[in-house]
T-cell receptor, first 114, second 115 residues
């Protein structure tokens, strides 16, 4: 089974609309979870991370994500999309069963329409 | 400013040539990583190193080689044995060894194209 699944390779929203990017993980123990953003031809930048403290994690640029163990999910949300949010977003998981390395999802490209 | 630098930004290689991608960090991080990025496939781990003079293969190490002679440097060589090397290559680092909750910091990447 895929260790990290991002549902939807492309998501399109209107400016000002809710952003929801989905991430499901598989792990036999509570993992550490990360969301990264990548702008074209650049490296990845950390948006937020879950490390077993609060289940609702707030990150940079108004993004947040909620860890739901029962659903094995860590979806990324933002109440109101800006044009500058257009980028590719990656969910990643780290857990002992993955050799303590980061395993990335395939990515979701977010398009913001004016 | 602390960070990770990768050079060159763009690299062109002829068939049969070896090329070396540079990665340098001044964050005093212990661990360094090389990833390959292809459209729609996320990032795949090539090699990683948690300490100087030691490194381990990742998921797609065939056709690649690395060295870690200095803490701040982790160059990647793409050899002629790599059959499909055209991709975007990202270097990353993290503080501490075996610290799975630490974030990785990424360089700006090198885009390699085989002519």
């Amino acid at each position: 089974a895929q260790s990290v699944t991002q549902l939807g390779s492309h998501v399109s929203v209107s400016e000002g609309a809710l952003v929801l990017l989905r991430c499901n993980y598989s792990s036999s123990v509570p993992p550490y979870l990360f969301w990264y953003v990548q702008y074209p031809n650049q490296g990845l930048q950390l948006l937020l991370k879950y490390t077993s403290a609060a289940t609702l994690v707030k990150g940079i640029n108004g993004f947040e994500a909620e860890f739901k163990k029962s659903e094995t999910s860590f979806h990324l949300t933002k109440p109101s999309a800006h044009m500058s949010d257009a980028a590719e977003y990656f969910c990643a998981v780290s857990a002992p069963e993955y050799g303590n390395k980061l395993v990335f999802g395939a990515g979701t490209i977010l398009r913001v329409k004016s | 400013d602390g960070g990770i630098t990768q050079s060159p930004k763009y690299l062109f290689r002829k068939e049969g040539q070896n090329v070396t991608l540079s990665c340098e960090q001044n964050l005093n991080h212990d661990a360094m990583y090389w990833y390959r990025q292809d459209p729609g496939q996320g990032l795949r781990l090539i090699y990683y190193s948690q300490i100087v003079n030691d490194f381990q293969k990742g998921d797609i190490a065939e056709g690649y080689s690395v060295s870690r002679e200095k803490k701040e440097s982790f160059p990647l060589t793409v050899t002629s044995a790599q059959k499909n090397p055209t991709a975007f290559y990202l270097c990353a680092s993290t503080l501490g060894r075996d610290r799975i909750n630490n974030e990785q910091f990424f360089g700006p990447g090198t885009r390699l194209t085989v002519l």
